[in-house]
């Protein structure tokens, strides 16, 4: 009896899984510092495109890899990916464009408010029974969201453009919120290969049809900044999935906020930012938050991994 090359790749093994999600999270901040270099540079659609086309290779060499073969294309709800694709490519043009605006630490710290929107657009949106501690949770998120922001609003704000990165920050924040919502229906039916790829391609498509407007040709450097930005990113994308294939989702999901250690330390070393009080105190806030609604969530038997092996954070 023959086997896919996968098959043996279902074992419990937590502290293998912890591994992979804290190396995707470390791709992804490569991924997003490589972003904020060349977004100055290069129109953000020329840098979305760069993320999903480059991103598409690894993701269809695992799949081809699984033996999943073209049935991975297949599916009973393009315009279902087709919308997720709209609001998660909104929310990465947004978020790229706050990357450009804000330090990297603010910017990151303020995309963790995106778990904590999604527990209340479940409640509007899906008709989701949120009780007492997660709404608790949630206030007290946004109470922390609030601290972050606060240098960045009114006199206050050291300038404009940060007082607009900020807001592009929240803004993509929710929109990320909104894909997963979207991405908690199609998990319904549609497996994550086939969301994460349905995703991917039409982000390609979509963002190459800005190329008239202001696509420039890039350095040898630059260019192999922007292939290593969809490489990073889909390389990232198969180590997260990988990683709840040997651990449970609510051992896994917490280091996602791992993404804050790195960022700092790259902001740092990179951009020579260095986090203010207010986001340190308002982004342990908000992590401590989104830890909660996880392990809430598990105490409830809530299954989130689907919807979390295609959405994290910060890279929609």
Known sequence: MSSSPAADLNSHNPRLGIALK???????????????????????????????????????????????????????????????????????????????????????????????????????????????????????????????????????????????????????????????????????????????????GVMAVLSLASAPFGWKMPTGEDALMLVSIGLFGGIGQILLTTSYRFADASTIAPFDYTTMIWTVIVGWLVFSEVPTLEVIAGAIIVIGAGVFVIFRERQLGLDRSKERQTVTPSKV
């Not at 991975?72 to 997720?84: A, K, N, Q």
Request: avoid cysteine; charged fraction near 10%; charge should be positive.
């Open 22 to 200: 804290v190396g995707a999270t470390l791709l992804f901040t490569g991924m997003v510092a490589l972003v904020k270099l060349l977004e100055a540079r290069y129109p953000v659609g020329q840098v979305i495109f760069a993320r999903s086309f480059f991103g598409l290779i690894p993701v269809l060499v695992m799949v081809w890899w699984q033996g999943e073969g073209p049935s991975v294309f297949r599916t009973r709800r393009p315009l279902g990916h087709i919308g997720r694709a709209l609001i998660g490519g909104s929310a990465m043009a947004m978020w790229f464009a706050a990357l450009a605006r804000l330090p990297l630490p603010d910017a990151t710290a303020i995309s963790f408010s995106a778990p904590l929107i999604t527990v209340a657009l479940a409640a509007v949106i899906l008709r989701e029974k949120v009780r007492f501690y997660r709404w608790t949770a949630v206030v007290i998120g946004f109470l922390g969201i609030l601290i972050i922001l606060s240098p960045h609003l009114g006199a206050t704000a050291p300038t404009q453009g940060t007082t607009e990165g900020a807001m592009l920050a929240f803004a993509a924040a929710v929109a990320m919120a909104l894909a997963m919502i979207t991405v908690r229906r199609l998990t319904n039916t549609e497996r994550t290969s086939t969301i994460v790829i349905w995703f991917t």
